[in-house]
């Protein structure tokens, strides 16, 4: 696609809930981040896919946190278990190359009630 | 361990000033990238700028300029003649070599009153 799709753009859900966060790249970037972004806060790095796998998770909080990409394209970030700390922008970035800068996606604003 | 520190956390000015938001990181690496995004109201980040780590040239992008000092490792952006719709949250943000990730500073909220 033109640019890098984030679906849904908004999601209220029950703590304690799982949630899926979709990503749809721009086509034939290969690097694929997410980012989580606070209130009042800059983007937090979660995790970096280059293809179908995971190259860095170390962002992510805990292991409520999951990510995949299996096919180098979309990915899903899921979340298990729902907290209302986890209420925040999602945001996810295509790259070709990460040095030259990433495209940032309009982001998923996820709230936990 | 790399860092982005943007002081200022806000900043307000009347439409036509000229203002500068400031921008400190750090790093080991020698080679690294700095970048600044603009995120409007509507959220979606943009990309402004990239600049390596081996080109201190000042760089004038309209009513926009760059400043990069590596002396005092700061990359500081100025709008000049600002108007209305540079109201936004500006990011600074630093990129080693290698495969690590974009790090971000907290941003720097920019209103411009009309």
């Known amino acids: 696609g033109a640019g890098v799709s984030q679906t849904p753009s908004n999601k209220v859900t029950e703590k304690g809930k799982y949630v899926e966060l979709r990503c749809d790249p721009i086509?034939?970037?290969?690097?694929l981040y997410w980012y989580r972004q606070s209130l009042g806060q800059g983007p937090e790095f979660l995790i970096y896919?280059?293809?179908?796998?995971?190259?860095?998770d170390s962002g992510l909080p805990n292991d409520r946190f999951f990510a995949v990409r299996p096919e180098g394209s979309v990915s899903t970030l899921k979340i298990q278990r729902t907290e209302r700390g986890d209420s925040a922008v999602y945001l996810c970035?295509?790259?070709?190359?990460?040095?030259?800068?990433?495209?940032f996606g309009s982001g998923t604003r996820l709230t936990v009630v | 361990a790399q860092k982005v520190t943007q002081a200022q956390t806000e900043i307000s000015v009347v439409e036509k000033e000229d203002v500068t938001l400031d921008c400190v990181y750090e790093?080991?690496?020698?080679?690294?990238?700095l970048f600044w995004y603009k995120q409007p109201p509507s959220g979606e980040l943009v990309f402004l700028i990239r600049?390596?780590?081996?080109?201190?040239q000042n760089e004038i992008s309209g009513r926009y300029s760059w400043n990069f000092q590596k002396s005092t490792s700061s990359f500081n952006f100025t709008i000049t003649a600002s108007q209305v719709v540079d109201s936004a949250v500006y990011f600074c943000?630093?990129?080693?070599?290698?495969?690590?990730?974009?790090?971000f500073g907290k941003g720097t909220r920019l209103s411009v009153i009309a």
């Open positions: 970035a295509s790259s070709l190359s990460g040095t030259f800068g990433y495209t």
């Open positions: 896919f280059q293809g179908t796998g995971a190259a860095d």
């Open positions: 600049r390596n780590s081996f080109d201190e």
């Open positions: 086509s034939g970037h290969t690097a």
């Open positions: 943000a630093l990129l080693n070599s290698g495969n690590t990730p974009l790090v």
């Open positions: 790093t080991r690496d020698t080679t690294y990238y």
